[in-house]
């Protein structure tokens, strides 16, 4: 598919507004709903964004979910009162039908964070990030550590063992639970009362999006690039930052 062939935000706006009981929408946080910030902590949420996604969830009769490398409890935090059907540290942890699925690390995980965090205090400016279940190594403070962080990442992974894989994205390197990826947890939506028989769109702004892009492309669904056009990709449409895509969700939630 070309450039010029990419599906736009009025194709998704005139898709959902025409036919809202035939789509279920799939959203990242960062990257996507979310301008990126320097660290994790740092990024806002504007205020007005929480109220207009649960209005377009209910326009889609509740066929809306987050999809994000964060914890759910980070991404409740983020969006507080609000809680959607969600996928948290990439599919590992899920909110289907109300229930709450989560991961519990044992001791041996936690001994892996504290380790890789005492290592990784040698390279000023990056941050290692504890997810609960994962653990996350930021370098966009120092991307002159890049090849650094890979090789730590790559040690702790083998020392964590087979439960654990490492997941690369955007400036930053995160060890998390095998077995899942954001497209499996699309999948699991689909198989829910409220997302069944619909077609998917999914939206996100990196590698760790590829997976649910695929799952959606291959469910006869859409899915859209947030950012660069430079990044290679498997969705069919694309849009230019997340402004545009909140832009996209005020014109949807005030239908």
Same mark, same amino acid.
């Given at each position: ?15 959902? +507004?025409?036919?809202?009981? $035939? ?20 990024? +806002? ?94 370098? +966009? ?12 990442? $790559? ?32 999948? $699991? ?67």
């Amino acid at each position: 598919m070309t450039v010029q062939e990419l599906m736009t935000a009025d194709d998704l706006f005139e898709m959902i +507004r025409s036919e809202p009981d $035939r789509h279920a929408l799939f959203l990242d946080i960062d990257g996507t709903l979310i301008d990126l910030a320097l660290t994790p902590d740092l990024v +806002r949420v504007p205020e007005d964004l929480a109220g207009q996604v649960e209005r377009l969830a209910d326009h889609l009769g509740g066929a809306l979910a987050l999809v994000t490398g964060r914890a759910l409890a980070d991404a409740d935090h983020l969006f507080q009162p609000l809680k959607l059907p969600a996928a948290g540290l990439h599919g590992a942890e899920l909110r289907l039908d109300g229930k709450l699925l989560l991961v519990e690390p044992g001791p041996d995980f936690a001994a892996v964070k504290e380790g890789l965090t005492a290592d990784a205090a040698r390279y000023p400016g990056v941050l290692i990030e504890d997810k609960g279940a994962a653990v996350a190594a930021h370098f +966009r403070l120092a991307p002159q550590f890049e090849d650094e962080m890979q090789a730590l990442m $790559r040690s702790y992974a083998e020392q964590a063992g087979p439960d654990w894989a490492l997941q690369f994205g955007k400036m930053v390197i995160e060890l998390r639970p095998a077995g899942s990826n954001k497209g499996g947890a699309l999948e $699991r939506f689909l198989k829910t009362d409220a997302f069944a028989n619909r077609l998917p769109i999914a939206l996100g702004d990196d590698l760790t999006d590829e997976a649910m892009f695929a799952i959606s492309n291959a469910r006869g669904g859409q899915s859209f690039r947030v950012g660069a056009e430079e990044a290679g990709t498997c969705a069919t449409g694309r849009l230019a930052s997340p402004t545009e895509v909140r832009n996209l969700i005020a014109r949807l939630a005030a239908i």
